[in-house]
């Protein structure tokens, strides 16, 4: 009887055990996630949850939301640009291949030929303040104004948040986001990896080129191209 009795009650206590497990599971991905959120919003760059915040956008989905601070102290929120064309270009002035495409006049004059279409283009430094060739704000706006860039505004990212959302991992590495807000463009500024100027001029520029297809009514041919550059240093 006392046996019986034993075994009868063995699966309802194994039921309560895995239903407690499976609560404390929950709770603690929600304590997690709120952590992460917080400590976002806490570092100056915040995405903001309405898309997998985990797993870096592929294209043809949903550009990640965000808000970051410029280099001037102005806040900026991506989804304030709904409607437009946005491209974001990862930078770092200390990276021979940034200094390359800005030194050379490429860059400054790639974002000027797509602002002038009324696209919005935002440089962002995800370089932690701890590595050798970080710049604070003051710094990296001075560098900007010398290389006569152009960009709509140059964010702080310096605790990486934005940039590891996005999956950049390299200066320059550029996501050009269409009007509704979907991802349509990942990958080099051209076609020929190397930080040697003279390769500029026989190189495909992948950003005036998918920009150009995009105003002129037409698919965008090359979605999805490899970066190159630096390897972003990112906070540890």
């Known amino acids: 009887m006392e046996l019986k009795l034993a075994m009868s009650l063995s699966p309802t206590s ?21 952590a992460v959120v917080a400590a976002a919003v806490a570092l100056g760059g915040a995405f903001l949850m309405g898309t997998n915040a985990f797993a870096a956008p592929a294209v043809g989905q949903q550009a990640p939301d965000f808000v970051a601070v410029d280099t001037t102290g102005a806040k900026h929120k991506l989804s304030d640009f709904a409607g437009k064309f ?14 390359k495409h800005y030194g050379s006049g490429n860059m400054p004059a790639t974002q000027k030929a797509a602002t002038a279409k009324g696209v919005v283009w935002l440089a962002i430094n995800s370089t932690e303040r701890a ?28 605790d990486g948040v934005i940039g590891q959302v996005y999956g950049a991992r390299t200066t320059p590495h550029i996501f050009i986001i269409d009007p509704k807000g979907t991802l349509v463009y990942a990958g080099g500024i051209d076609s020929i990896a190397s930080a040697r100027v003279d390769d500029i001029k026989t190189a495909t520029n992948y950003v005036n080129q998918a920009l150009g297809e995009a105003f002129g009514g037409k698919p965008i ?5 490899r970066p190159y550059g630096c390897s972003i240093k990112y906070k540890t």
Not at 86 to 99: D, I, M
Not at 132 to 142: G, H, V
Not at 221 to 225: R, V
């Open 14 to 34: 194994d039921s309560r055990s895995l239903r407690a497990a499976r609560h404390a599971r929950a709770a603690l991905s929600r304590a997690s996630r709120r």
């Open 86 to 99: 946005v491209v974001l270009e990862w930078t770092n002035p200390g990276c021979p291949f940034v200094r």
């Open 131 to 158: 590595a050798s060739d970080y710049l604070k704000a003051d710094a990296l706006d001075a560098w900007m104004k010398s290389q006569s860039a152009a960009p709509t505004a140059v964010l702080m990212d310096e």
């Open 221 to 225: 041919s090359a979605t999805t191209t």
